[in-house]
């Protein structure tokens, strides 16, 4: 059974830089997309950005384009959200999300086929 745990989350001022982490586990994830969405207080989940496994494919909402990047290490079975020059727009639980080979919900911005249970980040003007 995959499971996704993230962390990094935390309070950071405005400007400022923040590195959030996915661990993955239970499966091979050759194959797999990854991504990373965000639900802030009273309104609905947003994606952020989706790398596939190979790291050959990448995209990102319009909202964090040039400020955050996604990366995945194989080795480790993380995914990473480099997340600079943060906004207290920003504000959210930021979720894990996977799709296995062949759904599309993560490629779409629409959501995986498994989520992490969160973990909060907090801009602060």
């Known amino acids: 059974q995959v499971q996704l745990v993230e962390s990094g989350g935390g309070l950071v001022q405005a400007g400022g830089s923040l590195r959030l982490s996915c661990a993955a586990s239970?499966?091979?994830?050759?194959?797999?997309?990854m991504a990373w969405f965000r639900q802030a207080p009273g309104k609905e989940h947003e994606f952020v950005a989706a790398?596939?496994?190979?790291?050959?494919?990448?995209n990102y909402a319009d909202s964090v384009k040039g400020r955050f990047t996604i990366s995945r290490d194989t080795a480790k079975n993380t995914v990473d959200l480099q997340m600079n020059s943060l906004k207290p727009e920003d504000t959210a639980v930021y979720y894990c999300a996977a799709d296995p080979p062949g759904r599309l919900g993560v490629r779409r911005g629409a959501g995986g086929d498994y989520w992490g249970k969160g973990t909060l980040v907090t801009v602060s003007s």
């Open positions: 790398i596939s496994w190979s790291g050959g494919s990448t």
């Open positions: 239970g499966r091979t994830f050759s194959g797999y997309y």
